[in-house]
């Protein structure tokens, strides 16, 4: 597979590139200190066109590739992951979602503003008792006549506080199964809508996670995306474009990790010459530098797939799958090669680390991603 960037993917990469250098890397410590949101960060990334990177200029978007979307998030995640999850949920789950099964009514009043980040959304699929098992999902969506009374409540909600526009996830016909569950477009504001409070984390600290509750939260039926019932589906196939998204965000955080350490062990000195002259450290990376191009490969390649059309559910969690063992195994390693200054903040080599881990949890954790490549290669 030929993976040569044309001259806008290119581009592409280096607007994010330089974007995430004078707009991220300022203040990245404190906002994972604080646990604050990139307010004016994903503003600015509105404006540049990366909150709606895949969606049609019809609906204000930028109509690029997901090659480039990926190259975007690859950047950004070399210097904030935390930004760069805000982007992730944006595209690939809340937009792509609504352009792909939305009726035109629903992408014409919502995804002008979203793929501007004037608005930002939220995609609600977990649960108390329904994370990897998502098909249990225990909110309910009444049917009423015209509208659906909302009840339940979701968990582990990114943007939780920040998004405007949610896609909820909610059983009508529990005796149906998975074939029963809905997908329904909430507004924040709607009556009976409570966000809960934030969640205190190990990493991407400066992304706002938050459970939020329904309680008989009166959602019109214009709202439901998709046919009666096709909730579950509508929520795995996006989450396969999702997937792309978050080994992405794990493929950066490694190249990050390993830029930093490169660099670190040519300046470091110790017996008398840079550590990079003592093998040890060289072999690391040379270990971090080739996982991280394998890496790459199979997150482009499942870029590519979207792409050309091709089904991408197993190239996508092949690439979550192992960006994030690589991102994690890097960030690990790249501490080891700071030493004792890989332990504090301002070498940001302890905040990927911590960042790291969340890839291999949400979205699907590892043994998740597992299934769905065991079953696919099984069945196949
Ligand atoms: N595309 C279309 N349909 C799909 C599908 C896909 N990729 N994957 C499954 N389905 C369909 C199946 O075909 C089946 O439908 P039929 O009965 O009509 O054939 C239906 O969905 C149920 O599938 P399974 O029988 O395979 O269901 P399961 O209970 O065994 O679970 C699972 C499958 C893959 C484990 C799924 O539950 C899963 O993906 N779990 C992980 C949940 C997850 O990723 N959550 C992420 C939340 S969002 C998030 O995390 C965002 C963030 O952090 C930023
Ligand atoms: P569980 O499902 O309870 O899993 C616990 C352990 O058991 C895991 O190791 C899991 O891999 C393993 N396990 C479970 N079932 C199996 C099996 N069948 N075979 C083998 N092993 C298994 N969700 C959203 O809907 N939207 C969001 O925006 C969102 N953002 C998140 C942000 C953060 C920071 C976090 C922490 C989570 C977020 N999530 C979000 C939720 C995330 O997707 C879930 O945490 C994840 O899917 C795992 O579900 P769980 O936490 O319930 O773990």
């Not at 597979?1 to 004078?22: G, K, N, P």
């Not at 790459?296 to 499942?302: I, K, S």
């Amino acid at each position: 597979m030929d993976f040569s960037l044309t001259e806008e993917q290119q581009m592409v990469r280096q607007a994010a590139r330089d974007f995430a250098q004078t707009e991220l890397l300022p203040g990245v410590i404190e906002r994972d200190e604080k646990q604050e949101f990139p307010t004016r960060q994903v503003q600015a990334m509105g404006q540049l066109g990366f909150m709606g990177m895949m969606v049609s200029p019809e609906y204000g978007g930028s109509g690029l590739d997901t090659l480039s979307y990926v190259l975007v998030m690859e950047e950004l995640s070399k210097v904030d992951a935390s930004a760069s999850v805000v982007v992730s949920v944006n595209n690939s789950l809340v937009c792509w979602g609504l352009e792909a099964y939305g009726t035109e009514e629903q992408k014409q009043k919502y995804l002008p503003a979203l793929a501007t980040g004037e608005k930002i959304g939220a995609f609600c699929l977990s649960e108390p008792e329904a994370g990897s098992d998502a098909t249990s999902q225990k909110t309910t969506a009444k049917d009423a006549g015209d509208h659906y009374v909302l009840n339940g409540t979701k968990n582990w909600i990114t943007n939780g506080n920040s998004a405007d526009i949610y896609l909820v996830i909610a059983q009508t016909y529990p005796e149906k199964g998975h074939k029963g569950i809905n997908a329904l477009i909430v507004e924040k504001g709607m009556e009976g809508f409570e966000i809960g409070p934030k969640e205190q984390k190990l990493g991407i600290r400066g992304s706002d996670t938050h459970s939020l509750n329904f309680n008989d939260v009166k959602v019109p039926k214009e709202n439901r995306i998709g046919a009666d019932g096709f909730g579950f589906k509508f929520a795995m196939k996006t989450l396969s474009g999702g997937r792309i998204g978050i080994a992405a965000q794990a493929l950066g955080i490694a190249a990050g990790a390993y830029e930093l350490s490169l660099k670190y062990s040519k300046e470091r000195k110790a017996f008398g010459t840079e550590i990079a002259n003592h093998q040890a450290i060289a072999f690391k990376l040379a270990d971090m530098h080739t996982q991280i191009e394998a890496a790459r490969m199979l997150v482009y390649r499942a870029a590519t797939d979207k792409d050309r059309g091709e089904n991408y559910d197993l190239s996508g969690a092949m690439a979550k799958l192992y960006a994030s063992q690589v991102a994690m195994d890097t960030a690990v390693e790249a501490v080891q090669i700071h030493g004792g200054n890989g332990y504090v903040k301002e070498y940001h080599v302890e905040r990927l680390m911590r960042d790291a881990k969340i890839t291999q949890i949400y979205e699907g954790t590892s043994e998740i991603q597992k299934i769905v490549i065991s079953r696919s290669i099984l069945r196949d």
